[in-house]
């Protein structure tokens, strides 16, 4: 608070107080320093008794025989230490004895006796007036929060000194709201020990005298001593009387009709722009107060109040974010959200109310917003309703009747039906003949601000039965509102305890004891897949067979897949006439009200999946809303993705759910009521620019609530390390962008992620709880339920399974077999990881080729090896297990194609003879371009031949690899890798995958030979590559170095028309899925998770 003019706030006339008995003989130490008589001035005329004496004058032993009432130590020049004379003495013998009070250095005295710091603030005051902060406690008892006090000292004591047996109860601001500056008020935490650095006794200092009163009215030398004195004490001159504390409300009612009628007088605030504003139709849109107090997850429906201070308590949370604070209630199951709107006492705004409500938007059950003000206009109503209140407030106590019958009405007729509050069985009977839906009854009495918790219970007998009645004030646990129950009161408002609360879920689940869970119950479910880019109905049924989720069409203009309205129709045919596979049912759950919190992009991610078949995505880019809407309804999309710089608003107009494409830095990614989900690009799309990790990771961490769509050239070689680089951020990565799905293809097909018993044993939902075997399928819940199928089976397992290792435990014991940790002579079975095999063998042995994983996990090597030492033990995969419980006959299993050893056999055997064959193919003839195969060429227009050249520094020597895919004119296609070696007198050529090879075989050697010559994957060919080196790190001669990437034609781009012959798109289609997913299969379970079971795996064009 500014001071923005001097007041004179010394008593004009002087009338002195009846003497206060307990004040009979108090001692003043003057430090030298005129404004003594000051202060003995302000405590006379409180009542008091006052003798003064200097510092040097008298010893500590006279002054213990004056037995003194209260002690006061008065400010003055210098240091505590050394010019304060008897005050420190003073100090710490009569503490714990009598009431101490300490002004400026006086204050400072009491924070050296206790073993403080004083010391130079920076800056010199001398007679200057500055706003104070303080907590209402002991001097500051019933003051307003914000005070004009006046300062004359250069000298304080610093917030890192202060003793453990001292608070901090009054402080400067820094600017800005940068926090507590320097302190100007100390407290004993139990004797009666106070001081001030600022002078009440100065006539610039606002309520001055009223902290002396305070101080007067203490006795005994501990704080609980004095509280129950004053307990016990009657009203007298001294003591604020119910008079006095009423003019506490009616300084706060008198303060706000001056601004409000100021403010009405404010062009374009006036009441007359107010109306014309709600007669247009822009104010946000309402929910019934009532209803939404019924419709609670909690047997009391919580109203959470927004409260940065109050009169009573002073500031509880000066720096609160109202709208993050509201998020965090309704996420809490809050029913309605109370704001407080009165600036001066309780911190509030009109603006706190406007984001409170903008921060609700678009969630699917958002509470109630309240106006929690002392209103007593019309204009103040119609101001909250344009805000976006769902209620008000009316107070009965400060309302005459005629005027709160107005306002109620009037309330009614913007559809908002008030919250009434009463305290009295008076007040409560006005209340139930205004016919008010809802009344709180406020356990605080606004004339003294007591508080009664037993208040709403002795007034329930007054209430209808179809009344909602709300306890409000003092609420701070559980056993506060244990009668509540009881007595039938429907709701409770909670603000301080809220407000100070580390955790505001486990607070609420504590202090409700809540029937059902605190957060919502998401059930897990398989991640969505989405196939974009689509151009023909064959390619749509492939993928909806295989268990597609969402189907993709390019709508937009210039796109190589750009599809014609006529295919789109056929193509949308397809998508709603195929059936999903029946194993994928089970993982779809019917969307339910939940009438607990629910973030807006965990209820739309919802709205992605269909119980029955997939649904049909039309991709849009910078194209007029007339013609996305016109496409949507004539091919029936279910989805419009936007992925151009169309207006956000355009969301809200579009009749399905929409994608839209957002960069990291776009300030309106996380904004609710909008998109269904937002998908991170780079680019326009299909630019296959990366994005950049920390930016991603940035934008996720500003909002808990948020879930995407991460594009930007992935792949299944990057996408692992793209997702893990996000860290704790990556659980809100629900859904995945792959880059050039058609430059991979397959013969064969197998949709991973559809397999239950694959998802179940390699992904794992990030939801706190664990995943509940109802929500998986009926072949998943054998796994824990078949009986006695390992009756002789003894298991221990090897290696990293993640979570799933106490799976293996449960399910191994669940059908009657046995557990152990260590390997022992009664183990009949080790399952074990590939890893962990892989890891323990000794490397001579033959039937082990070399590890293949690039990221094997820590693994247990002495558990395998102890294994092998022990005969009859088999060491199988996981495979084993999973599939004897499946099986039919309810028995193990035959080991033996499940033995690590076999496995390793069978792949040596699969190596040896592709050397043999390469060996075979060595003198070939190369092929030409007119025999039976053709250079391949991919989807996007890739020719796969690629020129590697090495130079000579010294000569014109130079070396040239020359590498091609051939694909077979015949149908079906066949493949075949060839290179051929050129230099000055010499040429060699071989196959690197011989003929009647598959695609993928082939590309797979193309990369692998591509990479072993110029030291770069064949994807990041445009790189420069670093010099090479030997073992030891020396840099080799450019002529024994890596050869570098020569382009040997031009890109060339087919139009969508002019395809390779007998290309097949539903292959490729099938093959993205695979390459995509089986990267992120091999993951750890930890590392790709999704949001409350709900991660979600696509491939998109964008």
Known sequence: MAVSELIDHSPSHPTKAERLENASNVILIDNYDSFTWNIYQYLVLEGATVTVFRNDTISLEELIAKTPTQLVISPGPGHPDKDAGISKEAIQYFAGKIPILGVCMGEQCIIASFGGKVEVTGEILHGKTSPLKHDSKGVYLTLPPDLAVTRYHSLAGTHQTVPDCLEVTSWTELENGGGRGIIMGVRHKLWTVEGVQFHPESILTEHGRTMFRNFLNLTGGTWKEALSSRENQPHGASQPTASKAE?????????????????????????????????????????????????????????????????????????????????????????????????????????????????????????????????????????????GADTVLLIVKMLPVDLLTHLFEYSRSLNMEPLVEVNTAEEMAIAVRLGAQVIGVNNRDLTSFEVDLGTTSRLMDQVPQSTIVCALSGISGPKDVEAYRADGVKAILVGEALMRAKDTGVFVQNLLGSETELQAKVTSSLPLVKICGTRSANAARVAVEAGADLIGIILAEGRTRTVSDQVGLEISNVVKTTPRPATMDAYVQPMTCSLIGVDYFDHTSKLLRHPSRALLVGVFSNQPLSYIIAQQ???????????????????????????????????????????????????????????????????????????????????????????????????????????????????????????????????????????????????????????????????????????????????????????????????????????????????????????????????????????????????????????????????????????????????????????????????????????????????LGHRYTAMLVRHSPFSKFRERHTIKIYESNALPHTYAAFVKYTRVGKSASDFLAPRGSTLETAISAFHKFFKAKSGIDWRERGEKTPPKKTVKGIELPPDEGWFEYTPETPPHVPPVSSLPPGYDEGAATEATIIMLQDAVKEMEPNEVRGVRGETQLSTTEA
Not at 309 to 319: F, Q, T, V
Not at 348 to 362: F, N, P
Not at 728 to 736: C, D, G, L, R, Y
Request: proline fraction near 7%.
């Open 247 to 387: 003019s506490i409300l009616q300084k706060i009612y008198s303060h706000r009709k001056v601004a409000v009628d100021l403010q009405k007088s404010i062009p374009s605030q006036r009441p007359e722009d107010l109306q014309a504003a709600y007669d247009l139709g822009i104010a946000p849109t309402q929910i019934s107060f009532p209803n939404r107090l019924r419709n609670s997850p909690f047997s009391l429906a919580l109203m959470a109040e927004i409260k940065r201070a109050s009169p009573s308590k002073g500031i509880i949370s000066y720096s609160t974010c109202a709208p993050a604070q509201a998020r965090k209630y309704a996420m809490a199951g809050a029913s309605v959200i109370s704001v407080l709107t009165e600036p001066e006492w309780f911190k509030g705004s009109l603006e706190d109310l406007r984001a409170v409500r903008q921060s609700l938007e678009g969630l699917p059950n958002r509470p109630a917003v309240l106006r929690k003000e002392f209103i007593f206009d019309e204009y103040q109503i119609l101001e909250a309703r344009l805000a």
């Open 633 to 939: 309804q004539k091919l029936g999309l279910d989805i419009v993705q936007l992925h151009g710089s169309e207006p956000i608003e355009w969301a809200r107009l579009i009749p399905v759910p929409v994608i839209r494409k957002f960069s990291p830095g776009d300030n309106t990614l996380t904004k609710r009521g909008y998109h269904a989900l937002p998908l991170l690009d780079s680019g326009v799309g299909g630019t296959g620019e990366m994005l950049s990790s920390p930016a991603v990771k940035k934008a996720l961490e500003q909002d808990d609530g948020l879930r995407i769509i991460l594009a930007g050239g992935l792949d299944s070689e990057n996408v692992r390390a793209t997702i893990k680089a996000l860290g704790e951020q990556s659980p809100k990565v629900i859904a995945v962008d792959s880059k050039n799905p058609y430059s991979m293809t397959s013969t064969s097909f197998q949709f991973t992620f559809i397999s239950p018993t694959r998802y179940y044993r390699f992904v794992s939902p990030v939801h706190p709880a664990p995943l509940p075997f109802p929500a998986v399928p009926r072949s998943i819940i054998q796994l824990i339920s078949m009986g006695k199928t390992f009756a002789r089976v003894n298991a221990c397992i090897a290696g990293k399974f993640g979570a799933h290792a106490d799976k293996i435990k449960q399910w191994v014991e669940g059908n009657g077999g046995t557990f152990s940790k260590d390997v022992t002579a009664g183990i009949t079975h080790v399952i074990c990881t590939e890893t962990a095999f892989r890891k323990a063998v000794s490397t001579g042995n033959d039937y082990l080729p070399a590890p293949i994983t690039p990221w094997s996990p820590r693994t247990n090597k002495n558990t395998v090896r102890a294994a092998k030492r022990i005969k009859g033990i088999k060491i199988v995969s996981v495979d084993w297990l999973e599939e004897s419980l499946l099986s039919k006959t309810r028995r193990p299993k035959r080991e033996k194609p499940y033995l690590w050893v076999t496995k390793m056999k069978a792949e040596r055997k699969r190596e040896l003879e592709k050397k043999l064959s390469l060996k075979g193919a060595g003198g070939t003839k190369p092929f030409s371009e007119f025999d039976d195969y053709h250079i391949y060429t991919d989807g």
